[in-house]
């Protein structure tokens, strides 16, 4: 059975820094790009980040990048995002979800995100003071 | 980048009902790179539909994806008490994701 377990989350200060984890069991880790998703209190889905399986390719949406770092560790079947620069609005669900049916664009030589298929349950980030 | 736009907001039914929820893309979708998830209550989301109409695994049959280029739907042949949940439809296939807004379905 797919398991994705983040954790990690709590309530920081503006400006500070957090980093979540997300622990990955019951399929290839490795074999699969990855995602975190947020979504505020009482809103919608917003994607956030996306890593592929060797870490070759990264995305971000505008509203994170260069405040947030998404990495992984194949070898602990784990991913990562590390959130500095935090923002009230930044306050929200994140998930982790497993990526499928992504490909290869060998015009651009990335990776192109996929559907999500398994989610975890989240990790509640609360950024206030 | 790409903004899905569903419709409606909200939509008011009873069990037994036929659902169609609208999502409209700003400009084409290729390769039919449309998803639809259901998310309950305290809940994560859950994958419904791909390819805008390839089924999730497990998921009933009374669930189904329609349509291409800018135009999709999510079709629920007869509400069960459990299909009361919001729906967001979903682009990918790029190098960002693109949720719409959601679509409530409340029991009326």
């Known amino acids: 059975e797919v398991q994705l377990v983040e954790s990690g989350g709590g309530l920081v200060q503006p400006g500070g820094s957090l980093r979540l984890s997300c622990a990955a069991s019951?399929?290839?880790?490795?074999?699969?790009?990855m995602n975190w998703v947020r979504q505020a209190p009482g809103k919608g889905l917003e994607w956030v980040s996306y890593i592929s399986t060797s870490s070759s390719t990264i995305y971000y949406a505008d509203s994170v990048k260069g405040r947030f770092t998404i990495s992984r560790d194949n070898a602990k079947n784990s991913l990562y995002l590390q959130m500095n620069s935090l923002r009230a609005e930044d306050t929200a669900i994140y998930y982790c979800a497993r990526d499928r049916g992504g490909y290869y664009d060998i015009l651009t030589g990335h990776y192109r995100g996929g559907y999500f298929d398994s989610w975890g349950q989240g990790t509640l980030v609360t950024v206030s003071s | 980048e790409i903004v899905l736009t569903q419709s409606p907001g909200t939509l008011s039914l009873s069990p037994g009902d036929r659902a169609t929820l609208s999502c409209r893309a700003s400009?084409?979708?290729?390769?039919?790179?449309l998803a639809w998830y259901q998310q309950k209550p305290g809940q994560a989301p859950r994958l419904l539909i791909y390819g805008a109409s390839s089924r999730a695994t497990d998921i009933p049959d009374r669930f189904s994806g329609s349509g291409s280029g800018t135009d999709f739907a999510l079709t629920i042949s007869r509400l069960e008490p459990e299909d009361f949940a919001v729906y967001y439809c979903h682009h990918y296939g790029s190098s960002t994701g693109t949720f719409g807004q959601g679509t409530k379905l409340e029991i009326k």
């Open positions: 400009q084409s979708v290729s390769s039919n790179y």
């Open positions: 019951g399929f290839t880790f490795s074999s699969y790009s």
